[in-house]
Each structure stands twice: as C-alpha cells, then as structure tokens.
C-alpha cells in the first residue's frame, strides 16, 4: 500500500501515529456480503432517483431548461459520485493498521508487539488470514458462523479479517514481533544465562536448547524452551566420578503426609513453612541440612510460589527403608535415619557405598498460562544457582 493511500486511511479512520513509529501495511475490513448487497441495491436506486428527479423537472420547466440541463449534467454525476464513495466508506467496517510497534484494531484497541505471544497463520478453504496469540497457553479458535472479511477481537486471539497477502504480511511482521514478542525475551534470556553461567549450546532441536556448562567434576546441562507456554525448568548435572549419597527433595503430597502421621519422620531443616511443604529424605542428614543456606531457602520458596520443586540424586538401593518412629529402634533424633535391611546376598557396606552421578532439578508450574515473560529469566538463574549449589556441596562427600 502507497504512503498516500496510507495517510488517507489514517485520516479517515481519525488514527494517531507515533512520531517513531511506521506503518506496514493497512487491511481494510469489510461488512457482509449481505450488507453489500443492500448497499449496491441503494447505490443503484440512488441513481435512478437522481436521473428522475433532474430530468423530471427540466420537462417540466421547458425548453428553458434545456440549457440548464447540460449545465448540470456533470453536477449531477459529481453529486452521485459523492454519495457512492459515502456508500463505500459506510460498507467499510475499519481498518486495522500493523505498525512495527503494535496493531491497531478497528475498535481501536491497541495491541504492542510485546503482548503477542504467536504468530501464526490460518488456513480457511483457499484463504489465508492472520492470528495473534494473546496469551501464553495454546489457544482454541471458534470462528463458526463468523464473516472472516472483518478483523475478530476477543480477549485471547486476534483473527486479522479482510482482503491480504497473509503469507507476504507475516514475512513483513514477523522481524518486528520476534525483536519486541515473548519468544525475542526468551532468545534474550538464553543469551544472558550463556554469559552469566558461562553455557554454550550442544543441542538445539525444534523450539528446545541444551545449554551446557561445563565445571572440574561436573558438567550442567539446561533445557532451555524457546516457546510459550513455559511451564518446566529442568536441569541435570552429570558428575565424572559417582558419589556414595543419595538426595531426595519433594513436595509434601497426601501419601506423604499420612506416613508421617503414622511416625514416619522426614529431615527437618528448621523453617517452618519448607518443612512443611517440602519431604527431605537423604543419606546424609547433617549434609542435608547444611545445604539450606538463607539464599537457597528464599531460592526454594520462589520455586512453591509458583508450583512444584522436585530434586533427585540416584534414590536409596532397596534395601534401605524408613524406619518408623513407633519402631523399638526408634532414633531419638528428629531426623530419620535411612536403616539397612539385611539382605544375605550382600553385605551392609556393599550396600551402603552405591554411587550415582546424576542429579536432576524439576521445577513444575502451576498455573496453565506457565510463567510470564519477565519471571523466566530470574527463577532460571534461581534454579541453576540452587543447581551449582547442591553439585559443588555433593561433590565434597567422597569415599
């Protein structure tokens, strides 16, 4: 669409521009094939109206009129020409104009780049049309019944209406979206977390990266996801050598809650709301503790507020069991310890000296929307410190 044409638009749909801002393209949005029926037909009636009524009165008036008549004839068509373009301007039902800042819908609603969590095209019969994603979570499409020539605004999608070049205005868009969307935050927090934890990428496939950091006894391995919505953290560390411990942090469920109704104690770190909330069991329960830090603990609370934590570092062989308060060999400490049952295949230290080299961090998002643009980059760096924390801290317990 021409500058001219553009001003035009703008103009009579009465629509500010920002002094930094540039228009893409204009797509006019159209009424109903039925509503242009009934504006043709009024189009078609108006002239005969018109034709009548001048002609009409110059029979009536003589031949005197005559000469009025070819005076006014180009007054007349000039007349009809205006009421026609009228016709059309009405027929229209707005425009929806695409800046590389925003799109402004015929409502006049304003959508920034920034807000547009996809992009993406949808096929109709031969037709291809537009639709911005407005929230994170996949979005479900009803268009039944809709006229697809006219731009449809609901709270959660966008359906650009109208007569456009789909694929050539996504390819326009798109440089736009991605530089100031969702998904450009989150390339931006890959990036950062690359610098800030010394990562580089050893696998990309489809919308997933593999960070790796690697580290003297251990390498880091982050699933970084560059599509919305994000609803999991994951992290592994892979030691080079196996560790003779086992760690297992989850949250409290109602399985859990019943064995420690029945005596069954997990370790307590002495905060009240984590202990609560979280089952702690591990082979080492003075080691456990130690590794509740004050910026771990806030680290952890993060992790609740926003939905499930889940850490596992290889899991007692199965001869161990917890061993039950009501037990006559009950520990007087609060801290449970993990027993050794006897198993005649095997010694206890055989038993007890199972190594594992692998210890993995889960945080699972609550809320189906997953986590909002601004709260992946922190609650990452949160888990990947929390991460290098609990490997540096395993890493001291050696045979």
């Known amino acids: 669409m021409n500058e001219n044409k553009i001003q035009i638009l703008l103009k009579e749909h009465n629509i500010h521009i920002n002094i930094d801002e540039d228009v893409i393209d204009i797509v006019e949005n159209l ?9 043709k037909t009024a189009e078609i009636l108006l002239g005969i109206g018109i034709f009548v009524l001048f002609n009409a009165s110059f029979i009536l008036l003589g031949f005197i009129a005559i000469i009025i008549y070819i005076v006014s004839v180009y007054s007349q068509w000039r007349l009809l020409e205006l009421l026609i373009n009228k016709l059309h301007f009405f027929q229209k039902k707005g ?3 695409l800046t590389n800042q925003r799109v402004i819908l015929p409502s006049k609603r304003s959508i920034a780049w920034r807000n547009v969590y996809n992009l993406k095209k949808q096929v109709n019969g031969a037709d291809r049309f537009i639709v911005l994603d407005l929230e994170p979570f ?16 609901k709270d959660h999608f966008i359906f650009i209406g109208g ?9 326009q868009i798109t440089p736009f979206w991605l530089d100031q969307g969702p998904i450009g935050s989150l390339e931006s927090d890959k990036k950062a977390l690359m610098d800030q934890f010394n990562l580089r990428v050893t696998r990309q496939q489809n919308h997933l990266s593999l960070l790796t950091g690697k580290h003297e006894d251990f390498t880091l391995n982050y699933t970084h996801v560059k599509q919305f919505p994000v609803r999991k953290l994951a992290i592994s560390v892979e030691f080079k050598q196996p560790i003779t411990a086992f760690l297992s942090i989850d949250k409290e469920n109602i399985g859990t809650q019943f064995q420690q109704a029945i005596g069954f104690k997990d370790i307590q770190i002495g905060q009240s709301h984590l202990d609560r909330e979280l089952r702690i ?23 609740l507020a926003v939905g499930s934590l889940k850490i596992d570092f290889g899991a007692p062989v199965k001869q161990f069991q917890l061993k039950s308060a009501s037990s006559s060999n009950t520990d007087t400490e ?39 643009t601004k709260s992946v980059l922190p609650l990452t760096e949160n888990l990947i410190e929390t991460a290098l924390h609990i490997a540096n801290q395993l890493n001291t317990i050696r045979d």
């Open 334 to 372: 609060e801290v449970l310890d993990m027993q050794l049952a006897k198993d005649n295949s095997k010694t206890s230290n055989e038993l007890q000296h199972k190594g594992h080299s692998t210890l993995q961090l889960t945080v699972l998002i609550n809320n189906k929307s997953g986590l909002r």
């Open 138 to 153: 996949k979005v479900e499409y009803n268009l039944d019944g809709s006229f697809l020539d006219s731009t449809i605004e």
């Open 31 to 39: 009424k109903s094939d039925q509503f242009k029926f009934i504006t």
């Open 95 to 97: 425009i929806t104009v």
């Open 163 to 171: 007569k456009y070049d789909a694929e050539e205005l996504i390819k």
């Open 281 to 303: 069991l591990g082979s080492h329960p003075e080691f456990t503790q130690q590794l509740f830090t004050t910026e771990i603990m806030d680290n952890f609370e993060r992790f």
